[in-house]
């Protein structure tokens, strides 16, 4: 293995968040099967920084109240925006000068109108942006995780997985292509339905799971998270007999040290 192919690709994901009666729900996507990465895998929309989302920076007309300070870097946060909209159509943002986040019709007329293009590679997120009118909601955003693919893998991501409060009535939709099936659902159902077979789940999305299920609602998952320092989490691959083994760190929050890994 070259040492170009074992470098970790920054990427971002977000774990969408809304209350129901008896909890909250967080919004899940199906990989298609064909697809390089996590293929069949339930996951969080995300996906790899891009040079874009770097451009973006330098316009700061175009973003907000991003965290500063230790955590992830500014293109970590405006990908998460980003990728979130191209895999879900669920964008938040606010139009330039309103403190309320962009109503739900709109968003709909603005990924109708350009989200397809996007993944395509055909408009620049700074491009819908600007002709919308509109300004990243970085504020929303809670730093939750920092996962980096062990070393001894071919294909590599640097991770950062955030919490935000889904805006109100915009739902959600997988795009098709990248992703099959997109669902609303409680922690605890997404966590059942890997064990029953009915979801296939990575390791990392299984730990996040666990952890995030814990709390009893959006607001309290929320205020939990801001008050949490993010250790990264750099999984060790290792063997205990004839089962595989994931070892991380015991801080990070995960309940436990060592795992057995089944491959996802």
């Keep these: 293995m070259s040492n170009e192919a ?17 909890g909250f729900d967080v919004f899940m996507m199906v990989r298609h099967y064909q697809i390089e990465f996590a293929s069949g895998a339930l996951v969080f929309p995300g996906g790899s920084v891009d040079a874009g ?15 500063t300070g230790e955590g992830p870097s500014l293109d970590f946060q405006i990908a998460a925006i980003r990728e979130t909209f191209e895999e879900s159509g669920i964008l938040l943002a606010r139009p330039r000068g309103s403190d ?5 019709s709109r968003a709909s007329e603005i990924e109708a109108a350009h989200r397809t293009a996007l993944c395509e590679g055909k408009i620049s997120f700074a491009e819908i942006l600007a002709t919308n009118q509109l300004v990243l909601a970085l504020d929303l955003l809670v730093p939750y995780a920092h996962w980096i693919t062990p070393e001894k893998l071919p294909k590599r991501f640097d991770t950062w997985f955030f919490l935000a409060e889904a805006p109100p009535e915009q739902l959600g939709m997988h795009d098709g292509k990248e992703s099959t099936d997109s669902i609303w659902l ?4 997404a966590l059942d339905g890997g064990e029953s077979g009915r979801f296939t789940l990575p390791f990392p999305t299984t730990r996040n ?8 609602s959006v607001r309290e998952a929320l205020d939990f998270s801001r008050g949490q320092h993010v250790v990264t989490v ?8 004839d089962k595989r083994t994931l070892t991380i760190p015991a801080e990070a929050g995960y309940d436990g ?8």
């Design 6 to 22: 074992s470098v970790a690709r920054p990427a971002s994901t977000i774990l969408l968040l809304r209350d129901r009666a008896d």
């Design 53 to 67: 989302d770097r451009d973006i920076i330098d316009r700061p007309e175009l973003y907000a109240s991003a965290a």
């Design 100 to 104: 309320q986040l962009v109503a739900a």
């Design 186 to 189: 409680s922690p605890r159902e």
């Design 209 to 216: 799971l666990i952890r995030l299920g814990k709390q009893p």
């Design 234 to 241: 750099m999984p060790i691959m290792g063997r205990d007999g």
């Design 257 to 264: 040290e060592v795992f057995e890994f089944n491959g996802n």
